[in-house]
């Protein structure tokens, strides 16, 4: 399933129109997923939401590029098993 694209830090991700795909309750899940996503080749990007004080336990969106959504989902459910 792996594209070999480069993940986080490369610029192909500029332009790009991104969609939420998951939403998780902590930071630490959220890297974790990251992680995934971009060891099986998809760009990923994590956006916190609500106010910054909750800092890591805030609920942080997982997004991918709209075109890569479906298999994010493949993947997510593989490793969420929801």
Same mark, same amino acid.
């Given at each position: ?28 899940? @959220?890297?974790?997923?990251? /992680? %995934? $996503? *971009?060891? #099986? &080749? ?13 800092? @890591?336990?805030?609920?942080? /969106? %997982? $997004? *991918?590029? #709209? &075109? ?15």
């Amino acid at each position: 399933m792996s594209r070999g694209r480069a993940g986080s830090g490369d610029r192909r991700g500029v332009g790009t129109v991104w969609t939420v795909v998951y939403i998780a309750p902590n930071k630490a899940l @959220a890297e974790m997923l990251k /992680e %995934v $996503l *971009v060891k #099986e &080749g998809l760009l990923c990007m994590l956006r916190s939401m609500g106010v910054p004080q909750m800092g @890591a336990a805030g609920s942080v /969106e %997982v $997004l *991918v590029p #709209e &075109g890569e959504v479906e298999e994010a989902h493949e993947i997510l459910t593989g490793v969420l098993g929801v």
